[in-house]
């Protein structure tokens, strides 16, 4: 095994201090998967999980090197003199309480496999994370907690698959088998340019739930869950789709018939006591008031801690929508919060068909389709190869290879059996409707919480593009890295708009090592700001343009290699700050002496270092510009909600002939800066071929 797990005998004084304040506590990591729910041992003959234990450990930068880039990273963003007192924190911090906590940190990453792995489910879980999962995009300071994301599907090819049922039934067929491969480790591992990639994340997709408390979230994993959720018009089903004893999926003319009962009972309950019964609409809540409504619910009667238990332990959950979304933007929207329709003073709308806090599949009247997923242990890569493969599985019935930079290369493992032939033992219509007893104050809740969702709705702006003009193969004949060329256009059209420069975020994965998760490309470098502001000015030259373009392109995929090698400071300052918040916590929950921690800060101050408490800090710490790259082969759109309230969310894929992008605002803007951003690339176009 990694020789991480061996403990170095002599260490710091402080370091052994913050050992024993950890184990005294008990209560770190609070949040997180529960890791003794799996087992890293795999089959003999698996193939998904068999490289795990050749991986690397995630590396942890020298205290001086994040410092120092962290100033970098900064310095587009302030004045001379705002910048001079950022060097000055930083600079206390070196020489007071830095070392300190990065030897805690040393020691704490000796008996842990990754040392941002915990502080990540923290991120997300814990009662400084509590904005709803629907829409929410919210930065705790420097690390990044978006709980609901979402893709869309192509259309399935065979236009007479593309009805509601039919489409649900090869969907929910193809994730099952893909859920299955995972579990019988013979999904192949993905790897990129011949380099394994961790797969721990992939246990995390499936059979999870994301349970609320007081006090921050809880992860819970059913491996052996057989059932899924099914919701239509709010109201909830259980449906068993695996065979107990053989793991065998339900036959397709099975399902079909389940799916259409259930779309035929939700339809016969009166359309205004709907929105009545629909308790999804508490997942949309502040963590602390669903945590309460569900404690509630659960004291109200025995079958309501039942029916709780059959959803956090289903595989995921497919929503049936009563509605056909036309336009791109509109699917896209509907995958990503539901749609709000009130008819008579009464919610109709798709918004009250979700239960965030699981993943789920979503199949609307008219057969437009996509994904949900909550966040929490997994990131954009896996989902996306998940979504990738469940579309293919869906119109294929044999064998699939699916290729690029985020998916392996290899035949994938998700074959299903043909549609059509009866199935070796066909399983027992199993269809169960989740009945609930709901007090007064419930129904009160289940209002205010329709009426909060309603208000982020509608104050949230989803706009698509697709230009037919651009792609990889066009920008690399400019002598452009399509990514880099992409994120710095995004600098000059914001430019453009507003005559700023703002922050700017791009997720990079980090799995090649153990339990990698992500790291953050901040993508205002001092050369995109340069060539942000150039390219506005008109009377500077075409090639001085090209010139800076060319400079904030090569910056860009210099800081991106660098990040994807997991040495950029963002992680690793976000967990210094969390290790002084968590100290705290520590010593009130223990009430220790300070004389039994040791170590030389004084632990009775309220103020933080000062690099915590600098304007930079919380300026870095705020995106207005959230772009990701999600590369695919099957997709139409990726979206979630935006960062800030001034921000956006770009997010897109770049193929050989043609880009997609998608925007999302909470500030109305997202028509004038996607108009912005085509306006832009054009413009860019023109001045290359002029040259």
Known sequence: MANWVEAEAAVSEEARSFRKAVHAAGI??????????????????????????????????????SCRKYLEALKPLQSASEHKASIEAVEN?????????????????????????????????????????????????????YQAISCTFKEDPSPSRNDQITRAASLVRSTLAFSVAIREDRL?????????????????????????????????????????????????????????????????????????????????????DNSKTAIGLL????????????????????????????????????????????KKSDICKNMVCG?????????????????????????CRNGAAGLNFE??????????????????????QSDHAISNNNVPSSKSAVALQPAGQPSTRAIPAKVQKLEWDIPPEIYDALHFAETRLVDRIQQHQLETLNLRDYGKASIKSMGFSPDAFFQVTLHAAYYRLYGRVRNGFE????????HGRTDVVRTTTPEAASFARIFSDEKAHTAAKIEAMHHAANA????????????????????????????????????????????????????????????????????TLMASNVDNHYLDYVGFGPPAEDGFTIVYYIRQDHMAITVCSRNGEAKRFIDAINQTFQEIKSMVKSV
């Not at 799996?38 to 068999?50: E, P, Y």
């Not at 006090?215 to 109201?235: E, N, T």
């Not at 008819?343 to 965030?356: K, L």
């Open 188 to 272: 192949p591992p993905d790897e990129i340019r011949g380099t394994a990639l961790c797969m721990n994340q992939y246990w995390w997709l499936f059979g999870v739930s994301r349970i609320p408390g007081d006090d921050g979230g809880r992860i819970r994993l059913d491996p052996d869950a057989r059932h899924i959720i099914v919701m239509c018009r709010g109201q909830i089903y259980r449906l068993y789709v695996l065979e107990e004893s053989s793991g065998q999926i339900i036959d397709e003319h099975d399902l079909l018939l389940n799916l259409q009962y259930i779309v035929s009972d939700a339809n016969s309950i009166p359309i205004q």
């Open 507 to 514: 997720p990079v994965q980090t799995r090649q090592y153990l």
């Open 339 to 363: 749609f709000n329709v009130v008819e008579n003073g009464v919610q109709v709308g798709t918004c009250m068909n979700r239960w965030y806090d699981k993943l789920a599949v979503i199949v």
């Open 93 to 145: 911090f070196l020489h007071q309480e830095g070392p300190i906590l990065q030897a805690q940190l040393e020691e704490y990453n000796k008996t842990h496999a990754n040392y941002f792995e915990h502080f990540c489910y923290e991120a997300f879980l814990s009662d400084e994370s509590l904005s709803p999962s629907a829409l929410a995009a919210t930065e705790i300071m420097l690390p990044l907690t």
């Open 556 to 623: 860009h995929v210099a800081i991106s290699k660098e990040c994807a090698k997991g040495f950029s400071h963002h992680r690793h300052l976000y967990v210094l700050h969390q290790m002084w918040k968590r100290r705290h916590a520590f010593l009130e929950a223990a009430r220790w002496e300070l004389a039994e921690v040791g170590g030389h800060i004084n632990f009775n101050r309220k103020q933080p270092p000062t690099i915590f408490t600098d304007p930079g800090w919380a300026r870095l710490g705020t995106t």
């Open 375 to 396: 966040h929490t242990c997994t990131d954009g890569a896996v989902d996306m190869r998940m979504a990738c493969e469940i579309y293919q599985g869906s119109i294929s």
């Open 28 to 65: 770190f990591p609070r949040n997180g998967p529960d890791l003794t729910a799996r087992s890293w041992g795999h089959h003999k003959s698996g193939i998904t999980f068999a490289a795990q234990h050749k991986l690397p450990k995630l590396p942890l930068p020298s205290l001086e090197s």
């Open 283 to 326: 997942t949309t809540e502040n963590q602390k008031v669903w945590s309460g409504c569900r404690t509630v619910l659960v004291h109200e009667g025995l079958k309501n801690g039942q029916n709780f238990g059959i959803i956090d332990s289903s595989l995921f959950v497919l929503c049936l929508d009563d509605n056909s979304p036309q």
